[in-house]
């Protein structure tokens, strides 16, 4: 198990490497690939090795693994997976057009593999100090890709990026703080107090009013890399701004990291204080970000933008699915997770495409991609279709399941509430889809956007197989996912 | 209501090395250089590592030694080096003037925001067995102060530095209450903040070769 764990955290370094030898995308997009589909092999491994219900412990509580570390850990890996194949045919065309320079080239995949191998490792600590370090340290390495094109634009909204979520995730630390103070008094080495472990078993002994401090400073802080209203500012302009494989790793993994710290604050807080609490801090939050998400999904304008704001709206609902709490609720947000992670990396990734063909990103200015790039202008309604939460693909069944939820958490008012603003995000994110795809456009070029055969591949095999592994998900749930989500919900409940 | 003052040595150091802390946040919220902000931070950081030497000496940790060593060499000595040396004298930045809040006005919200500190950080709520039960509120306070400095004002180094305060406040408010976390904790936080400085630096200069101004006043381009 450990030398897996070391796989998981080491493979996607591969890329970041290469990129000391040659500055030639084409290269580094394969390794990159290989690495990618690597880490998901090796992370499939994990997740079946922990689904059923084992956890792994080693270095005294520093590195541990349980079944939700490995659900998380093998939603990341997928993302990392699909967009590190955009990545290689994104890059491959920006440099065929000498919109980045070799050394840009090189930084986006240093960074990116940093970002990845970050992110994965801090799904498998046990210590909440380490996760946050190893939170921050993905929040670094990917505002870099935000602002890799350094003009004006990009390296504004990357410095609002590393500004707001570095004040965010430092708030995240005081809560850190209080609750490694909350478990003081209590007896283990002083090492124990800050492990998943010691705290979760020891929960009851933990300080109150120390908790509620310390789980109310953890949802501002990790909230605002989760992109939650009203901490949420950032996200639009990094998600517009960053290369749109950049952005789908935002979106579908960066997001989801500072979500599964939020999930383990929830649980200990739940354990030590009863449900009441976190439940009502989660559900305002989580309603405030979808309503403020389909306001500005409403607006259209730039469609990277739109998407970006249609993530703080999924965070949203996961975050009211989280609220509502039991297993229906927390097995529809862990599924969410998955199908909102896997949806989203192919709307970003096709949006690159469109970004890529009109050289805009005004959701008014393109027409008729249907016609000029028939695969993503199929892929981006398909998989705008299925973001939206319509059957028969993923989200709709976890998003059913969330109302569900909701019902029988004896809140049903606030079940009808969601159920009407995701019909609002259904007619409005399909409606501006679908202005983009249909009517007649600039013709088809055999060539555009990407140079190459091998880079058009390496486009359209995500853009594929994230909307086949949507549509299996929400026909199919396989037993051995089915088993790794129930245990995860054990653990965390 | 019961009383916050410090009895033992260790504790009336603390409090003090608090205070000279907050007003190192306040001097540099009431100042319009860029050179002075920068010294008032290094300055504060200095205090905080003396906070955490007198910490240090009374629970005869090595872990608090090493984060005091550390804090004096990167955030007293280092980081304001390399911003003046950066940013500052490559720039020509002199005297900062995109403030939205005039000198006065933020000195009076400041003011306000450390009274805020005081009473939403009653001292019934903070456990009775803390060194110095001060500490609480007055690093809360300084954490409201580098919030403030970086809505007032507008300029990217103002908010690096406004940042930098604000994290100064929860390493004040963590040694005074859990002395110290696991070192492989404390070494990474300290490599986050590093790697952090460096990139904000490449951004600002970045921006500065763009905007000539960097400062996030002109960051408009985004806004909806």
């Known amino acids: 198990m450990s030398a897996l764990v070391a796989a998981v955290i080491c493979l996607p370094l591969a890329s970041a490497v290469a990129a000391a030898f040659t500055a030639r995308a084409r290269t580094l997009g394969a390794v990159a690939i290989a690495a990618g589909l690597g880490t998901l092999a090796v992370a499939i491994a994990i997740a079946i090795r922990v689904s059923d219900g084992h956890s792994f412990t080693a270095v005294s509580g520093f590195v541990y693994l349980d079944p939700l570390s490995g659900f998380f850990m093998l939603t990341i890996a997928i993302v990392v997976a699909l967009a590190s194949m955009g990545s290689a045919a994104y890059m491959r065309a920006d440099e065929a057009d000498h919109g980045l320079g070799p050394l840009q080239v090189r930084l986006y995949f240093v960074f990116f593999a940093l970002f990845a191998s970050m992110m994965l490792a801090a799904f498998a600590t046990g210590s909440l100090g380490l996760l946050w370090v190893l939170i921050e340290a993905s929040t670094l390495a990917s505002c870099v890709l935000v602002g890799l094109e350094a003009d004006a634009l990009s390296l504004e909204a990357a410095w609002k990026y590393i500004i707001i979520s570095s004040f965010g995730v430092t708030i995240a630390l005081a809560g850190t703080v209080f609750l490694y103070y909350a478990a003081s008094g209590m007896g283990g080495s002083p090492t124990d107090h800050l492990t998943w472990q010691f705290l979760h078993a020891h929960a009851h002994g933990l300080s109150g009013q120390s908790l509620r401090l310390a789980f109310l400073l953890v949802v501002v802080g990790y909230g605002t890399k989760v992109g939650l209203a009203p901490m949420h500012s950032w996200l639009p302009d990094a998600h517009a701004q960053a290369p749109s494989p950049a952005s789908a790793m935002l979106s579908g993994a960066l997001l989801n990291t500072g979500m599964y710290a939020i999930v383990r604050f929830r649980a200990i807080t739940d354990l030590a204080i009863g449900g009441e609490y976190a439940s009502h801090v989660l559900l305002v939050f989580g309603f405030l970000s979808v309503v403020v998400g389909t306001l500005f999904i409403v607006l259209r304008g730039n469609f990277k933008r739109m998407f970006a704001y249609s993530s703080v709206e999924h965070m949203g609902i996961i975050t009211i699915a989280l609220g509502f709490g039991g297993t229906l609720g927390l097995y529809g947000a862990l599924l969410q997770t998955l199908t909102h992670a896997i949806g989203k990396t192919v709307l970003f990734l096709t949006s690159g495409d469109v970004l890529l063909r009109f050289r805009t990103r005004l959701t008014s200015d393109v027409h008729g991609l249907l016609g000029a790039l028939p695969l993503s202008g199929a892929a981006l309604i398909l998989g705008s279709i299925a973001v939206a939460g319509s059957p028969p693909f993923g989200v709709f069944l976890s998003e059913l399941t969330i109302i569900r939820a909701g019902f029988a958490d004896a809140a049903p008012a606030l079940a009808i509430a969601l159920l009407v603003l995701l019909a609002v995000v259904f007619i409005a994110l399909v409606g501006a889809v679908a202005q983009m795809t249909f009517g007649t456009g600039p013709p088809r070029v055999r060539d555009r956007p990407y140079p190459d055969r091998a880079s058009r591949l390496a486009a359209a095999t995500p853009l594929v197989a994230g909307l086949i592994g949507l549509l299996l998900l929400g026909v199919w749930i396989p037993a051995g996912l089915n088993s790794l989500i129930m245990h995860s919900i054990r653990v965390i409940s | ?224």
């Open chain 2, 1 to 224: 209501m019961e009383s916050l003052a410090a009895s033992s040595t260790a504790g009336i150091l603390l409090d003090l090395a608090s205070v000279v802390m907050l007003l190192c946040a306040f001097a540099c919220l009431g100042s319009k250089l860029f050179d002075r902000y920068v010294a008032y931070y290094g300055a504060q950081s200095i205090v905080l590592s003396f906070a955490a030497a007198v910490m240090a000496v009374h629970d005869h940790d090595v872990g608090l030694w090493v984060l005091a060593a550390l804090t004096f060499a990167i955030k007293g000595i280092a980081i304001p080096l390399a911003t003046r040396r950066f940013l500052l004298e490559r720039f020509h930045l002199k005297r900062d003037v995109s403030l939205s809040t005039g000198l006065s006005s933020s000195l009076i919200l400041g003011a306000f925001l450390t009274a805020f500190a005081y009473l939403a950080i009653r001292p019934q709520t903070i456990p009775g067995d803390l060194v110095a039960r001060a500490v609480v509120p007055l690093s809360t306070a300084i954490v409201l102060l580098g919030g403030l400095c970086m809505v007032v004002r507008r300029h990217t180094i103002a908010q690096l530095i406004g940042w930098l305060i604000v994290e100064n406040g929860v390493f004040l408010g963590a040694i005074a209450t859990v002395a110290t976390f696991p070192f492989i904790v404390e070494a990474g936080v300290f490599l986050d903040l590093i790697a952090g400085v460096m990139i904000m630096v490449a951004f600002v200069s970045g921006l500065a070769r763009q905007l000539a101004g960097a400062s996030a006043q002109e960051l408009r381009g985004l806004s909806e």
